[in-house]
């Protein structure tokens, strides 16, 4: 079994910042991909960026120039780093990671989610 720990979540003003956390453990070889999704009641989950093994990223357009991932390859944790947040970055956020297991399977696994709310 992973575990996925997120935290950093909270309420902010417009125009302020936060960074998010999710750190894995658990039975991992390796992860494969590590990436941060939202969702508002009544939309579907949305991808907001991930960040595969090589160090490649990729951002949703509405979050571009303002939205940094990383990862710590150590700690098994990814990052998210939220600038110039606006009310429409009000959202839970939910970690998702890609793993191979000790027995070689591959899974993705999924956060708890953290609450995101900008308040304009």
């Known amino acids: 079994q992973v575990q996925l720990v997120e935290s950093g979540g909270g309420l902010v003003q417009a125009g302020g910042s936060l960074r998010l956390s999710c750190a894995a453990s658990g039975s991992i070889f390796s992860i494969n991909a590590m990436g941060w999704y939202r969702q508002t009641p009544g939309k579907q989950r949305e991808l907001v960026a991930n960040i595969i093994s090589g160090g490649n990223t990729n951002y949703a357009d509405s979050v571009k120039g303002r939205f940094t991932i990383s990862r710590d390859n150590a700690k098994n944790t990814v990052y998210l780093q939220m600038n110039s947040l606006n009310a429409e970055d009000t959202a839970v956020y939910y970690c998702?990671?890609?793993?191979?297991?000790?027995?070689?399977?591959?899974?993705?696994?999924w956060g708890q989610g953290t609450q995101v709310t900008v308040s304009s």
């Open positions: 998702k990671v890609h793993v191979t297991t000790l027995s070689f399977y591959k899974y993705d696994y």
